[in-house]
């Protein structure tokens, strides 16, 4: 089945059905991602939710689950607007319940939040990098289910719910703080129950998931400009005997801290030149810059280090093709083996990231920002953006 949402252009639904029931009751979900990653893990798990509520839930039910992407317009840091499109969307399809699936970060009333369920609704809201990136898929599975248990128990009510039970220890909820009300933020928005991530780990794991999200090899080919440069300067470098010499000389510490300042060095040059710096908005938390920030500078991180791996690995072909043995053994007045053309490919890669590759230019800014940022958080700079103009 094919669906169009108007404010997205292009919405694709499918559906997966389980086992007829008994007396043949069946309960449609919906399954609401963004696009990109959390459509991914929608799409793996809506031919598997099926059969997996059908055990965990209610043996008496058969479950319909559709998947239809949607961009969850407007910031995902308003929880409440998620809950809100969850459930227009849930009423225009005709779905009993539905979760929804963003890749940004929500935080409410001083909580990093992993999940919302709203039994008045009929939705539930999934913060997936909240997660963090180990087990993601798995993690996502077990979390949709329990947000399903939920939804189903409290929609059912105390009565009608003697069989089943929404509040099953173990799995999603274990390293979860489970919070319900009377939280005041969680009656305004209509929220019965609320996931929250541990305060020890919570925020490192967030960030590795909105590294995730942000999908960093995907900005690996916008270096490849600076790849080329980077290699040229290296194998101009590699033909002369001082360069030989010096990493000789150097030790392992100063190699590392070389490698380190080269890392970092593009790293900034990337982020200022192209403009992925954020500054607070007007009345916005510091935190939330602070916190695109650092997923922003990690993602670039990684795209660097794959291109100094890739930088170092062309170096060592060069070096082992382009400089003879008995010549380098010659010079340096000793032996010479596979560790002293490690250390020589290992120098100049770091000195060649910093004079070929910040020399040159990636890809043009729209590019570049494409592949660092995920697609929601692009649509929340798209909209910034807009409202900037508007205010002008």
Not at 289 to 318: E, K, M, Q
Not at 327 to 335: C, D, K, V
């Amino acid at each position: 089945m094919a669906s169009t949402d108007p404010r997205e252009g292009e919405s694709r639904t499918v559906r997966s059905r389980g086992n007829q029931s008994a007396n043949g009751s069946t309960v449609t979900l919906g399954l609401i991602p963004a696009p990109e990653i959390p459509e991914k893990i929608a799409r793996e798990l809506a031919a598997e939710l099926p059969q997996l509520l059908d055990r965990r839930v209610d043996v008496r039910l058969s479950w319909d689950v559709s998947v239809f992407v949607d961009p969850l317009t407007g910031s995902a840091r308003d929880a409440p607007e998620i809950l809100d499109v969850c459930h227009d969307r849930r009423v225009r399809e005709g779905w009993d319940m539905a979760v929804c699936l963003t890749d940004l970060p929500i935080y409410r009333n001083g909580h990093l939040v992993v999940a919302d369920a709203s039994a008045s609704r009929g939705v539930a809201g999934l913060s997936l990098p909240a997660l963090g990136t180990f087990r993601l898929r798995s993690r996502a599975k077990e979390a949709t289910l329990r947000l399903v248990e939920e939804l189903h128990a409290r929609m059912l009510g105390p009565e009608e719910n003697a069989d089943t039970s929404g509040r099953r220890e173990g799995g999603f909820l274990a390293p979860y703080r489970r919070i319900e009300p009377p939280d005041e933020d969680m009656k305004n928005m209509g929220v019965d129950v609320r996931f929250a991530a541990p305060r020890v780990n919570g925020h490192p794991r967030l960030l590795a998931g909105m590294v995730l999200a942000n999908r960093p090899w995907k900005l690996f080919p916008s270096f490849k400009g600076a790849l080329a440069a980077a290699f040229a300067t290296g194998a101009y470098a590699l033909i002369t005997p001082t360069i030989w010499t010096l990493s000789d000389a150097v030790g392992w510490a100063r190699l590392l801290l070389l490698m380190v300042a080269a890392v970092v060095a593009m790293v900034a040059w990337v982020v200022v030149a192209h403009g992925l710096w954020e500054r607070p908005g007007d009345g916005e938390p510091r935190r939330w810059a602070r916190l695109y920030n650092g997923a922003t500078a990690l993602t670039v991180t990684a795209a660097t280090l794959l291109s100094y791996a890739t930088l170092f690995l062309l170096v060592l072909v060069a070096a082992w093709v382009f400089v003879p043995g008995g010549y380098l053994q010659s010079t340096l007045r000793h032996p010479v083996g596979f560790g002293e053309y490690l250390i020589l490919s290992w120098l100049t890669a770091s000195l060649a990231l910093v004079a070929g590759a910040l020399g040159s230019s990636l890809e043009d800014e729209d590019t570049v920002r494409e592949a660092a940022y995920g697609y929601r958080q692009r649509r929340r700079n798209e909209d910034a953006d807009e409202d900037g103009s508007d205010a002008s």
